[in-house]
């Protein structure tokens, strides 16, 4: 039996994931409405936003190698707070295309590190009997910061405007750096952090090449990539849609929208960390993606606030089921391969290639032919994602 992590390490680890949350998420929820409101078309904003998502992406997997192989993993939650605090201050200097793609592109860097970096960190705390109970707290957590930070966001960007909305971003960044760096570093044991094999302390990590081999890993992968394509893009244009008829304030319907999909998301991930002590991750992603051609449907027949609760809590229900289910199936499957993070990193650029394509997809096709079908169109790679994991079931099942 492995001994329970002591006060010291889990509540500075809850803290990061709590103030963590605008890390990963930064400025991106509000960026749309507020460049939009400058005068920016749909197509312009979405390319800005991709650009910065390709830039991400093209450093996630290896960053995940460089976390792995790193002694420090606490040094990769403080990087990406500088990156949100500095795309922060970015933006509210210039709105400049170039300035605001470079704001976007810090804020991915920071969003590629994130993640791996504290899936390495809670399996060095609670190896990998312990990382799902872990793992499932965490994301409680980090989704109670969401929901906060954009309650918070709206209601400073309802009475004092945006500036207040990113000032209160950079702080989150800033706190966060100060939570993880309250995690004794003793305590992360640097190799469970990356999954080598327990019961052989000399043992090396795998070749790099075994990921190009692994197919339940490239098939979650794939099947997210996806996913992503449609649902990326969902929120921002909703956001857009209700504020250009006039059916919205904008920091307040988006920091609605966010609240809303993160309060179910607390209790989801939970419940997805109670299912999968019982079962293996496989159903628990196939049901979350059901729920992004509902959305699609809903966002096609709904606009404003009508639409924003039962749209969000679809949204809250299946990212909330990914939020557990996926770090820890990759976990899992990669289990005494040493590259565990490295895994982490390839199925985060692999779907960011969907969500980094999805902006852009979504703007111009909105600025074509409106925002009703291209909901539509959007929730329809939701079903894609469903025959694709169906299709392979045999080979993901097991995990």
Not at 31 to 56: C, D, H, K, S, Y
Not at 315 to 337: F, K
Not at 349 to 365: D, E, F, K, N, R
């Amino acid at each position: 039996m492995t001994s329970r992590p002591s006060t010291s390490r889990i509540w500075p680890l809850f803290a990061l994931n709590f103030f963590m949350a605008d890390m990963q998420s930064g400025i991106g929820p509000f960026i749309g409405v507020f460049l939009q409101e400058r005068g920016w078309a749909p197509g312009l904003i979405g390319t800005a936003m991709t650009i910065g998502n390709v830039a991400g992406m093209l450093v996630t997997t290896p960053i995940g190698g460089f976390i792995d192989s790193s002694r420090n993993k606490r040094m990769w939650v403080v990087i990406p707070g500088i990156c949100v605090v500095s795309a922060s201050a970015i933006i509210l200097i210039s709105q400049n295309f170039w300035a605001v793609t470079f704001s976007q592109v810090a804020q991915s860097l920071a969003s590629a590190a994130i993640v791996p970096a504290v899936t390495g960190i809670t399996l060095g705390i609670a190896k990998q009997k312990g990382f799902n109970a872990l793992n499932g707290r965490n994301q409680a957590y980090n989704h109670a910061g969401n929901m906060v930070g954009a309650a918070l966001s709206g209601y400073l960007g309802y009475k004092y405007g945006y500036f207040a909305v990113f000032a209160l971003a950079a702080l989150f960044g800033a706190i966060a750096i100060a939570c993880v760096l309250m995690i004794p570093a003793k305590a992360i044991d640097d190799r469970a952090a990356r999954g080598c094999k327990e019961d052989d302390p000399d043992s090396a990590p795998d070749a790099f090449s075994m990921l190009l081999k692994h197919r339940a890993l490239l098939v979650l992968a794939l099947a997210l990539a996806l996913f992503h394509l449609g649902n990326a893009a969902i929120v921002p244009l909703y956001g857009l849609a209700a504020v250009a008829e006039g059916q919205a304030n904008g920091p307040t319907f988006v920091a609605t929208t966010v609240v809303i999909a993160q309060g179910v998301m607390v209790v989801t991930s939970l419940i997805a960390m109670k299912a999968a002590s019982k079962r293996n991750y496989w159903p628990i992603i196939l049901v979350s993606f059901m729920f992004l051609p509902i959305r699609g449907v809903l966002a096609f027949f709904v606009t404003g606030w009508w639409g924003v609760v039962p749209m969000q809590v679809l949204d809250g229900i299946g990212t909330g089921l990914q939020t557990v289910a996926v770090p820890g199936m990759v976990a899992r499957s990669l289990n005494g391969t040493g590259r565990i993070n490295l895994g982490q990193g390839a199925v985060i650029t692999v779907q960011g290639v969907g969500a980094s394509l999805s902006p852009a997809l979504g703007g111009w096709i909105a600025q074509w032919i409106g925002y009703g079908p291209t909901f539509l169109l959007l929730g329809g790679f939701g079903l894609a994602s469903m025959a694709l994991w169906l299709a392979f079931g045999a080979t993901v099942k097991k995990y």
